[in-house]
C-alpha cells in the first residue's frame, strides 16, 4: 500500500553532520504531513521534527532546534532530515513517518500516535 523507506544514517563523530531521507512509494498519490522519531535503547520513541504537506510549516523538538533541519521534495516524494552539530544524545534509531490529518492545527503532531504509515528506521550514531 504505502511504503516508507529511510536512508542516510551512519557512524560520525561530535560536531557533524548527516542528512536522512525518506522516501514515500506505493499505490497513493497522496502527499501526507511527514515527522520524523527516534529512538534509543531503553527510552520512548521522540518526536524530532515535523513539516506540513505544502513544506510551509515546520516543527522541531526543543533539544533539536537550531541544529536539525526538515524539508520536503515533493516531486521526488521525499523528506529530508538535515542534522547539524551532532552529540552524542543524538544516537538512535531514526524513524520517519507519514500522517493522514488533512488540518496542520489539528494533528497531534509531536505524538506517534497520530501517524498511519512509519518506515523501517535507520541508525545514527554520533561517537564522544
Known amino acids: 500500500q504505502v511504503q516508507l523507506v529511510e536512508s542516510g544514517g551512519g557512524l560520525v563523530q561530535a560536531g557533524g553532520s548527516l542528512r536522512l531521507s525518506c522516501v514515500v512509494s506505493?499505490?497513493?498519490?497522496?502527499?501526507?504531513?511527514m515527522g520524523w522519531f527516534r529512538q534509543a535503547p531503553g527510552k520512548e520513541r521522540e518526536f524530532v521534527a515535523a513539516?506540513?504537506?505544502?513544506?510551509?510549516?515546520?516543527d522541531y523538538a526543543d533539544s533539536v532546534k537550531g541544529r536539525f533541519t526538515i524539508s520536503r521534495d515533493n516531486a521526488k516524494n521525499t523528506v529530508y532530515l538535515q542534522m547539524n552539530s551532532l552529540k552524542p544524545e543524538d544516537t538512535a534509531v531514526y524513524y520517519c513517518?507519514?500522517?493522514?490529518?488533512?488540518?496542520?492545527?489539528?494533528?497531534?503532531?509531536?505524538?506517534?500516535?497520530?501517524?498511519?504509515?512509519w518506515g523501517q528506521g535507520t541508525q545514527v550514531t554520533v561517537s564522544s
Open positions: 513517518a507519514a500522517d493522514r490529518t488533512y488540518s496542520w492545527v489539528a494533528a497531534a503532531r509531536t505524538e506517534a500516535t497520530e501517524y498511519d504509515y
Open positions: 506505493g499505490r497513493t498519490s497522496s502527499v501526507y504531513l
Open positions: 513539516i506540513s504537506r505544502t513544506g510551509a510549516n515546520t
